[in-house]
């Protein structure tokens, strides 16, 4: 009877392999375009996992059924009862049978279905319920192996708790066997004198229990999945390395602020900033305080960065000009770009306020660089909010003119 | 066949346990105060010798080589003698190892603190230490194989195995990534340049955890954990199993520290998989520890010792599965660089090694002594708070080290960058603060643990030479035709040693050497060329003053980053980098294109109070260097060092590159002073701002700036 169920149960797994192995020959063509699917990759990871867990849990009952416990009592009556689990293995290879009558009755429509390109997370419907009944009937069997597992341990956790030593007549308590020791396919405590070996390192001794299963097909797992890693990115080169993920990152990220600025009034630039007033100036005061002060002062008397209040500009001091300094930077000078720090609404919020720095003359000015900006100059700019700014320029630049000549 | 009569040697056991405990207090101690420097960037006095850049380097390498070091030659040295039921071989060469190793934690202590560092993390110390190391490395191992050789137990149990894979491995890998050319007896350059540093230090860095954090422990677990249980070991099998596969599939793994950095693909990616496969000869270890106490589990709840065991092993356990995950490439790419980083290894460190160190010192200790422990309630406690300390410290840094990594790579819609790098420092702050009152629980309890053994020293009265007697083997032993095929190599310790050797030189030889060999895997930028006499200077002082301890020089091809710090790195920018300065950790920001990006006055400031150029930096204050004259005796020495490690400067450069520093350096002084900073071109800082200037503009891009102007 072991036998029976042994070679069942290896049939069964066999049974259960087919469809994929089946599965992977019809999509061959096409394999380097599904890899690069990241839901086909999942599937296929799941449907290879839940494999694993099948083998696995095959293995457990395995040894279930060769546990003298199981010998003795149960399968004697699984006998008389016409084999429950004949019949469960019967149900489970008929599952996976279908799962192939599946592949071939579908197979038909699926010209009609990449015709109509119906795609789900960038399968064709075809392939992807193919996965998915795949992953069903795996599902189906690892419930009905757990099951048939859960019924083992039950029937043996009613087992006598007691037995009566033979030689003394005494009556001792057997430990139960927990799910953990199942799980590890552990040898009972009370048996560990029949895999003791005969080592002993200053006292201690050592036993030969099995490798637990979980753990042996748990190792062999990681194996595959590095081989297939490796295959993935450096033989098929289905998978993205650093380089072409960056590069697509950028892209995708390209299209979304596209995106995003074409439904966004933040689409200002160096061509079309214009000066802002009020409460968007009192915006420009914070984002300025926030990032602008360790360099250009508080007041904006400047220290390591040049002064911002003088009418001497290195880079010229029109809304613009401002606005494309603090966007781009000037390297060579130390001013470093801000576009991917700040948007183009704040550069200009900032770019503002700046420009009603001019002529405040706070204490401790930082001396004058560059060359004198005037406002008339700029064509662009040229409404009446500049003038009064100009006409303020005009007597700092007397000042400063004072302050050199000191 | 004679019984023979012999002693062991508890001397030298109870010394190094003495030591084990003395500097596990001082590396956790420098280790809190380096916490509360996070938050308290103050606490670094504005003096050198206390700066945050020389005190993370001595707290790594204290708790590494002085606690853990010490901590594996006590247990080895104790269960060594009794697995092979004789004598160390020579209570001179014990000595000698014991002083000597002793010895180089003072050195590397005092010599971390001066500035003397090689700058690669966990193997900093300068070359003569290095080689000291060699010495009394070589003493131990001839004392341990001493030993095994006048063995009286024929075969040797699975905790030797990992002595001698320790062994072997250990010098592989110091004497490989310690290759340095010296140029002063404080100062050296290291052998290897840019990428292949950089896989030859993570090669070392990752395999220091393996075969110096756990292989040697795991040979401790497999005498205590059986010992002080008194259960068999769980299964013969698994230990054969898990040891081969460690110690092969271990050596692998380094190259997962340098995910997404200037490393060929190739190489990172069997840096991935071999962290993959990793999982569960980690965990066979785990299993075997664990499963060893079934039927014990009754103790385990009643006997201190155990208690620590089984957290140890449960840490263990945690943290060799968190390793693969944080492998994979997509998980790397959140938590590379930051605190959870730090977690992890705490995990390991704390909970692992700490944690089976304590117990087996509760355990040798009262038996040594032949008395019972002081206290087991104090025992306890420390059990209960070292254990709140972990959770304490490992909590907060996974939570920081999640919530900055999303925080660096958050954009608004318009597609700048969310926070700036300031920002996501100063949210830090309650995280390092609550992580240093976990870490003070944690010294707590060891203190605890140093007055109960104490008092129980006090108590006991100490059994030096312990009596023991065995059987002496005889020459002509046969195996049985039903032992094990695994027995033989087990009566072979001299063969067992070479096949390790083979098996671990595998994985570094195949890394490695197609890096020096294949030029594709290092494509050559003619525009980067060899750092002017100041900036090496400069970079000499960024290298003593542990700067790479915060900051990272390795910017990764993601958007996040090169919006943050510019195009991401390339591996031939980095040919003349002797040693590499990629960094692990970005307390603060990257700095691979730090050039160019401040004015040189700003860097000016900001070494002088890192808070008036960004306001809530927890950067401690440089400001010696704005006070202290450069130090050009070596140049030299340097330059020629330099060109003999193959870095093309014109011959003879040596004899005038002065006159290029001091040229440079005059030009750096007046940049200052036009910003009114007035400096001699002589000082520290005028080498330091060189550097700074210099990093990453090799290659920069010509600025937007620049094409506007067209």
Redesign the interface.
Known sequence: MNHTVKSKLKWLSCMLALPAITFAQDTEPATSSYFSNPLFDTLVVAILLLMILIVAMSNVLKNLTQSEYFQKKYITKLEDQSSNSTKIIALLAMFSLMGEQLLAQTAVPVKAVVIDDWRIGGLDGFTFYFLITLIVIESIAIFILFNLIKGFIKSDTIAVKTVVDKTTGEIKVV?KKTII?KL?A?VD?EK?GEI??D?D????????????PW??Y??YL??L???I??IN??ILGTGD???E??TK??AQ?KI??EE??KT?A?NVDETNVKMLEGAEITAGKEIYT??C???HGKLGEG???PNLTDAYWIHSGGIADIF?TIK???????M??W???????QIAQISSYIKTLAGTNPPNG?TPQGDIYSESDNKILSDSTFLVIDSLTLKKIKKDSLTIIK | MELEKFKYDNQIVKMFSIATVLWGIVGMLVGVIVAIQMFVPALSFDIPYTSFGRLRPLHTNAVIFAFVGNGIFMGVYY?LQ??V?ARMFSDMLGRIHFWGWQLIIVLAALSLLMGYTTGKEYAELEWPIDILITLVWVVFGWNMFGTIIKRR?R?L?VAIWFYIATFVTVAMLHITNSMEIPVSLTKSYSWYAGVQDALVQWWYGHNAVAFFLTTPYLGLMY?FI??AANR????????I?HFW?LIFLYIWAGPHHLL?TAVP??A???G???S??L???S??GM?NGL?TL??AWDKVREDVVLKFMVVAVTAYGMATFEGPMLSL?SVSAIAHYTDWIVAHVHVGALGWNGFLTFGILYFLIPKMYRTKLYSQKLANTHFWIGTLGILIYAVPMYWAGFMQSSMWKD???????KW?FLDTVTKMIPFYAARSIGGTLYLVGAIIMAFNLYKTAKAGSFLADEDAEAMALTNNYKGHSTDHWHRWIERKPIQLMIVSLVVVIIGGVIEIVPTFLVKSNIPTIASVKPYTPLELEGRDIYIREGCYVCHSQMI????SE???YGE?SKAGEFVYDHPFQWGSKRTGPDLAREG???????HY?HMLEPN????GSIMPTYSWLLDDDLDVSTLKAKIKAMQTLGVPYPEGYADIAEIDLNKQAEKIAANLKK??IETSPKKEIIAMIAYLQRMGTDI?KT???DT?KK
């Open positions: 430990t020791d590890n552990s405590i560990e003791m070996l080592h390192y200053d006292g201690i001794k050592e036993l030969d229990n099995n490798l637990p753990w042996k748990g190792f990681t194996i999945i590095g081989v890693y490796l990115f450096h390395l650093q380089g993920e960056y990152a950028m990220a979304e602020i995003f600025m966004s933040n926030a990032n002060v360790a360099c220290g390591v960065g494309k781009y930077g000037w390297a060579d000078k130390g470093k770009s576009k991917e720090d700040l948007s183009p609404k930082k | 269960s009794r697995l039921k137990e075969h149990y005498y059986p010992k068999p070991v769980y299964s013969y099998r698994l230990s199993i596969a997404y693909d190739w990172q990616s069997l991935v998989v071999f993959v496969m999982i569960a000869p965990w066979g299993i499963l079934r039927g490439k954009f608004t819609p318009e597609g700048q960058l700036q990764r091809p993601f958007r090169t919006a943050r991401y160019g990006k401040y004015p040189d006055s700003w400031n008036s150029m960004s306001p910003d009114g920069k600025s937007v700036a506007l």
